[in-house]
């Protein structure tokens, strides 16, 4: 069943509530008592499994997701040591030789004609 919102035209009262999807959508305001209800379209919600048998990775605990963005931060920061060394390492060598030219392609083998019957 999802979750409508509702705005009320006449106290700008909003609220939300839980209905089927075959029934009416309110009229009558709980804040004000009007008659004078919209329902809204939203976005609607996302659909959330839990319990066993789903994809466990899909719902991470916050401790798995604090350790994950910790590691990536030292991964990031040991790459960027490690690029900025290659490229000092790069400007002081800089190769005379030329490199090297691909070999020629493998020819495809062509296959015998099965004998018509």
Avoid at 4 to 18: M, R
Avoid at 50 to 66: A, H, M, P
Avoid at 85 to 90: F, I
Wanted: with cysteine.
């Amino acid at each position: 069943m999802p979750t409508y919102e509702y705005v009320c035209q006449a106290c700008e009262h909003e609220f939300e509530q839980f209905q089927s999807m075959s029934a009416e959508p309110l009229k009558k305001c709980p804040a004000c008592k009007k008659p004078r209800l919209k329902r809204l379209i939203g976005t609607g919600a996302a659909v959330l499994f839990k319990g066993g048998g789903f994809y466990e990775t899909d719902y991470r605990s916050e401790s798995y997701k604090k350790a994950a963005e910790a590691e990536k931060k030292s991964a990031s920061d040991s790459g960027s040591k490690a690029e900025s060394k290659s490229e000092s390492k790069a400007d002081a060598k800089k190769p005379d030789a030329k490199p090297a030219k691909p070999g020629p392609k493998p020819k495809a083998e062509k296959k015998p004609k099965p004998a018509s019957a």
